[in-house]
C-alpha cells in the first residue's frame, strides 16, 4: 500500500519558469515531510523539508507547501533552471513509526533551457 | 553536510554468490542506518532498520536470513545478499541518522550513492 504517492512521473518545465511537483500522502499520523532530489547513479540528496505545524516552508528558489486537510504537498522551484533537471522524491515521516520514511515514486523534472 | 559512502558501486556475481555492501558514514557517527532497495521507477522501499549494536528491525515481506545486516560501529553497516539470484537485481541504498550531523532536522538523513546489484 503506497502511503505517499506522486501521480506525475515527470515533468518538462522551460528554464525560467516555475516548475510545480505534487505528492500526496494518506496516513494522518505524518508530521514531517520532506523533498529529495537524485541524481542518475547518485542517491537522494536533502532538499527541503516542512513539518506539520507549519503550511509553508522557503529556502531560496525551493517553496514547500503542506496543506494537512488535503493531505497534499507541493515543492515550488522558481526560477527553474538547468541544474535542476533529475528526480525529486517526497518522503513522509511520523514519530510514533520510528521516523521511518515512506517515499513517494519520484518524479523527474526536465528544465528545458 | 554530512557524507555517506557505499562500497562497491556497482557489483555483477553469478546466481547462487552472496555478496557484501559497506555503508560508512564518513563524518558522523551513525546511530541509526536505513537499507531501501529501489526497483526502475518505483519508489525507494525501506528494507531494514539497524541501530548500533543490536539486531535490525526487517520490514514486512523481507527475508532477514537472506538479507544479512550488520552493524556493528557507529560508521558502518554491512547488507550482505546471500545466495543471490537474478530477482534480487536492484538498486540498494543505505543512509545514516546520528549524532554530529548537520542540516535541519532530528530525523534527517543522510544517503550514499547506492549500489547496482546485478544477479546474472
Known amino acids: 500500500d503506497q502511503q505517499v504517492k506522486q501521480n506525475s512521473p515527470s515533468l518538462s518545465v522551460q528554464e525560467g519558469r516555475i516548475s510545480i511537483l505534487n505528492c500526496d500522502y494518506t496516513n494522518s499520523m505524518f508530521d514531517y515531510f520532506l523533498w529529495y532530489k537524485k541524481y542518475p547513479a547518485e542517491g537522494p540528496t536533502f532538499l527541503i523539508s516542512i513539518s506539520s505545524i507549519k503550511d509553508k516552508n522557503e529556502d531560496g528558489r525551493f517553496t514547500v507547501f503542506l496543506n494537512k486537510s488535503a493531505k497534499h504537498l507541493s515543492l515550488h522551484i522558481v526560477p527553474s533552471q538547468p541544474g535542476d533537471s533529475a528526480v525529486y522524491f517526497c518522503a513522509a515521516s511520523a514519530q510514533d513509526t520510528g521516523n521511518q520514511f515512506y517515499f513517494g515514486t519520484g518524479t523527474s523534472l526536465t528544465v528545458i533551457p | 553536510g554530512a557524507v555517506v559512502s557505499q562500497h562497491p558501486s556497482r557489483v555483477i556475481c553469478k546466481s547462487g554468490t552472496s555478496v557484501k555492501i559497506e555503508c560508512r558514514s564518513l563524518?558522523?557517527?551513525?546511530?541509526?542506518m536505513f537499507w531501501y532497495r529501489q526497483f526502475p521507477k518505483q519508489s525507494l522501499m525501506l528494507m531494514a532498520t539497524s541501530n548500533e549494536g543490536s539486531k535490525a528491525t526487517y520490514e514486512q515481506g523481507v527475508e532477514k536470513d537472506k538479507f544479512l545486516i550488520n552493524h556493528a560501529s557507529l560508521t558502518l553497516s554491512t547488507l550482505t545478499v546471500t545466495s543471490a539470484h537474478p530477482e534480487d537485481s536492484s538498486f540498494y541504498i543505505c543512509?545514516?541518522?546520528?549524532?554530529?550531523?548537520?542540516?535541519?532536522?532530528?530525523?534527517?538523513?543522510?544517503f550514499g550513492p547506492g549500489t547496482r546489484l546485478t544477479v546474472l
Open positions: 543512509s545514516a541518522r546520528g549524532l554530529g550531523t548537520s542540516g535541519g532536522s532530528y530525523n534527517e538523513q543522510f
Open positions: 563524518d558522523f557517527q551513525a546511530t541509526t
